[in-house]
């Protein structure tokens, strides 16, 4: 009895997690993102009022700052049932400078609904968080929403989706109706129409529309002989019957979306509440679960690189990666994603990364700001804890008897620096507690103090990424703290190098001295430049900026030397003979060398390798860089040539016009990034408030001399 007891558990537990999805809501700004997770707490019962953006009155953008602008900017996490499934949902930000908030996201999930917008198709942003979901591995289905605006076609949406992103999409439904007239979608696996009648919620279904029978028929036909083209088994069925059935069809879809093969296409209106039902349908039928996901691996520790697995079992040992981290005064969450094991309140779990033991207090379901208090969680969940004060974004927490270190996320390189203070001298000591937070928080956030004048930098993604972090110390702390003009991360790139630079290091002060000869061949790494016509002067920061390697033979430097002039290496290029920013581009290689019986050591050849490569550098040639943006604007017509006349003033260069035949234009340009600092002031001034635009790194060039 007791084993038959124990299987059914075990069968109740494993139908629980295959009944899981973990799943991200990915997108430009604007397209609607944050409305498709509104609609969707609303019709899960979540919620029983819908939210607004517009309003302020949505659940998931509940930042006093979210709410002010009208975007998203913190990934929120929230949790609903649909169906039999359990939803673990995060909205994602949109705006480009919020775009490591998206990558930690997908480093934690298995699926991900990439929202559209039905005019503007596949825009900038859409482009780079599908790429990031495509860099993790993580499957995909397709909502293009909106349908019921203005210029809003499906096909054109299609088409950008295949040019742009590559994939096939794969459009299970055919709008009813367009622009105001869009009242639902024919559904192409079952043949029906689903309509949703104004002032009503409920969805309907019914047979296709007269009109619509023969395009759906074509439609459905097109999208079997597509489906077959991709899968084995959809292929075998069609060529002996000559048609799928709708199970098949069903399989085979889920099949090509977790192969990445194909995407599968739904489309809606989310602020008319018309197509969410069947997004849910979707989102539960070809989305994985936790165990359709391989078992997560990693190092057993920081030293031990042995690879450990762990496979998505509640009895394996607890495993969990920690992905965002809100460390307010009032307490501190750490939000996991669990990956094996289960976790119960009061276990003690291990942070690899540290070493330290952590007890967990409390264990919370989240829905965005609110919380619900549970006694455990298993493989698959995704859950906030209270109790480690310790662990970082990034950070592993497992059975202490079992350490495994996952991979953590990485954090793109900040490019705006500005300088925060205190306006009062008593709030000095509170404004660096708030920076030490901020940056805890969000590992994208780098802070600096300047040794010499003791200023604090901070450093970000972006002038509005600046902006909202400024803010927030203001909001949450209530410290009076303001920002000087911004500056960008410049760099300094060897452009001529020396060949056979000798240093001589001998230091005699009393005691053991410091003695270290070296011989140095110092020289540039010629950067890849694969399309010329887009920027006169564009550098590719794809190639290595350092490479180091050693010629010397008969063991005149001995090997653990060598690493120590790597390392010294290192150390000088922090800081470069121009104006003390970080030197890219650099190839060194050690040719010759001479040790001494007594004063030679590792911290000997370290230190000269330092003041060698220093004094290389200032013997050759440096060029000043200066990081690249590209911009995507989206203008009126009549304003087009007052825009383009203020990139030109800016040192941009335009690479693409393009008008969308809505009166509106879309301007592509490189621009440098310190000329933009204002620009969206400055563009709504020129376009009476009615141009947008967007911004993404875009490597970097060399800066205008003085």
Known sequence: MRTISTIAATNTTTATIAAVRNLGILAHVDAGKTTVTERILYLTGTTHKRGEVHDGTTVTDFDP???DRGITIFAAAVSCAWDGHRINLIDTPGHVDFADEVERSLRVLDGAVAVFDAVAGVEPQSESVWRQAERHGVPRIAFVNKLDRAGADLDTALASIRERLHPLPLAVQLPIGAEDAFTGVVDLLHLRALTWPDGQADMRQGPVPAHLADEATARRRALEENVAELHPGALEEFCSRGTLSAATLAAALRDLTRTGEAVVVLCGSAYRNRGIEPLLDAVAAYLPSPLDVPPVRGARTTTDTTEEQRAPDPHQPFTALAFKVNAAPTGRLTYLRIYAGTLHRGDTVLDTTTGRTE??????????DRHTETD???AGDIVAVIGPKAARVGATLCTPARPILLEAPVSAEPVVTVAVEA???????KLATALARLTEE????????????GQRTLSGLGELHLEVAVEKIRRDNGIDAVAGRPQVA?????????????????????????FAHLVLDVQPIQPVQPDQSAH????DTTEEDFVFTSTVTGGRVPREYVHAVEAGCRDALAEGPLTGHPVTGVAVTLTDGATHPKDSSELAFRTAARLALREA?????????????????????????????????????????????TGTAQVTALVPLVELFGYATRLRSRTQGRGTFTTRPAGYAPAPTA
Not at 490 to 513: I, M, N, P, T, W
Not at 536 to 539: D, E, G, L, Q
Request: avoid cysteine.
């Open 617 to 661: 550098l200032r013997t050759g040639r440096l060029h000043l860089l200066e990081p690249l943006a590209q911009v995507n604007a989206t203008v009126p017509e009549d304003a087009l040539g007052a825009v383009l006349g203020d990139l030109a003033a800016r040192r941009g260069h335009v690479q693409a016009t393009t008008t969308a035949g």
């Open 442 to 453: 969000d590992p994208s956030l780098r802070l600096r103090t300047d040794p010499e004048t």
């Open 376 to 378: 455990h969680a298993l």
């Open 359 to 368: 007890r967990v207090a409390r264990i919370l379901r989240v829905m965005a």
């Open 423 to 429: 306006r009062h001298t008593a709030d000095t000591d």
């Open 536 to 539: 006169p002067a564009r550098h």
């Open 65 to 67: 700052q979210e709410r």
């Open 490 to 514: 410049l760099r300094e790139r060897l452009v001529e190098g020396v060949s056979g630079f000798v240093y001589r290091h001998a230091k005699q002060d009393g005691g053991a001295g410091q």
